[in-house]
């Protein structure tokens, strides 16, 4: 074999190689889209919530109230009978089975729907208004066209009779979609079209913010002492490694420790932010450290001597020199450690993040749920509006991580020197 033929053999397996990278590359991109595109199609949908126009009379003598100023009166008053005898007069009946498909086709919340909008408007007593109910959930995805027709009657979730009265509300415009507020104020529920990701937003949030001050200055901390301070021998050595092992153990390790400690021996309130905060600090705890580490090995060796050579002392020339310019690969590594730890799941349930959850948590020491595990919750539920809903909360999880992400990029660009 001459030179020139092996030379053109070398060539054509340069060009095989780089033609695999193509494919690797582009079939990973290839499935990562048809992920974004299969969670955007399902979700988009939740973020609308189908209402119902009702007219009503918000009459005195059915709702009890004598004086509109009188707070009890008011607050106990019977918007559950209004809702129901204005509803069903909306579409004619011949027999109880029927009257009670009508007044399925609104949400459980309707009562509550009509009390506060009667608290804000007190002058509209004995007045006729049109309020907005909230939709059941068959007949929201009805209206978003997630819901099959053409199936027999016995197979769906809604009869005959219900469609039959959808599409005369429909012809009569009695059917609107508005923004879902819901899905931001509200907590979990066992009705989807109530169901919101608040409160697991908030969970998130708080247990980030707990893992953020536990874990970044003992990690910084570690950093600094490890590669300024700690003197070379076997001990500091079998501390790296062990640091090192630490960054690659299962995150579910860390919830059984959570579990063991914090919940049986410290007896800490259990399915809140405080423990998940903690369990989640001690998993990113070598995730911070290892990054840090390497910023500070990157200043250069000349602004240590130059500091000590202008009679500054070690400790100085560390906190005055070395660690202000390591500082923003330390918070890239930082960032980049808390969006790990913003999807993690195992360590949460573990701890009992994984209960159900009403209620919007106020601090870190109320139960609450994050959103991964809203998802695993959600992604079990057999009611289409939950599927939906378990994708706007992948969609808003993948939205906190390509900030999250996108501020370590941005901050390492921005402060980062750039040494000769």
Request: net charge neutral; proline share 5%.
């Amino acid at each position: 074999m001459n030179k020139e033929l092996r030379r053109k053999k070398r060539y054509q397996a340069e060009k095989r190689f780089q033609l695999y990278g193509i494919i690797a590359i582009s079939l990973a991109l290839f499935f990562v889209g048809l992920l974004v595109f299969k969670v955007f199609s399902d979700g988009t949908s939740a973020f609308s919530r189908t209402m119902i126009k009702l007219d009503v009379t918000f009459d005195a003598n059915k709702l009890g109230i004598t004086n509109v100023n009188d707070k009890d009166e008011v607050d106990n008053a019977d918007y559950y009978t209004l809702i129901y005898e204005e509803f069903i007069k909306s579409y004619p009946f011949s027999n109880r089975e029927e009257e009670k498909q009508i007044i399925k086709l609104l949400s459980p919340d309707y009562e509550f729907e009509a009390k506060n909008y009667f608290l804000k408007n007190k002058d509209q007593l004995n007045k006729t208004v049109t309020l907005l109910l909230t939709a059941s959930d068959d007949f929201d995805q009805l209206h978003k066209g997630n819901f099959p027709r053409d199936i027999p009657e016995d197979r769906r979730r809604l009869s005959n009779y219900q469609l039959k009265i959808y599409d005369q509300f429909l012809k009569d415009g009695k059917v609107e979609k508005i923004f879902n507020n819901y899905l931001f104020s509200k907590g979990d529920s066992r009705d989807p079209e109530l169901a919101g990701f608040g409160g697991a937003i908030l969970g998130s949030l708080f247990t980030i913010l707990i893992c953020l001050l536990i874990s970044f200055p003992i990690a910084l901390a570690a950093a600094v002492y490890l590669e300024e301070f700690a003197p070379k021998n076997k001990l500091t050595d079998l501390i790296e490694i062990n640091i090192n092992n630490l960054a690659a153990v299962p995150s579910i390790v860390f919830g059984l420790l959570g579990l063991g400690i914090l919940l049986n021996v410290f007896e800490l309130p259990r399915s809140t932010p405080l423990v998940g905060g903690i369990a989640l600090s001690l998993m990113t705890l070598p995730r911070i450290i290892i990054p840090a580490r390497a910023s500070l090995k990157a200043v250069p060796p000349s602004i240590r001597e130059g500091a000590l050579a202008m009679g500054a002392s070690k400790v100085q020339t560390v906190f005055h020199h070395v660690v202000p310019l390591a500082m923003p690969g330390t918070l890239s590594g930082t960032i980049i450690g808390l969006a790990q730890a913003l999807g993690e799941t195992a360590p949460l349930l573990l701890i009992g993040m994984v209960a159900f959850v009403v209620e919007l948590p106020g601090s870190p020491m109320d139960p609450s749920a994050s959103l991964p595990v809203q998802v695993y919750l959600w992604s079990e539920s057999a009611e289409r509006g939950f599927v939906e809903k378990t994708s706007a909360t992948i969609m808003m999880l993948l939205g906190f991580l390509i900030v999250m992400n996108s501020l370590a990029v941005y901050a390492r660009q921005k402060f980062e020197k750039k040494w000769n």
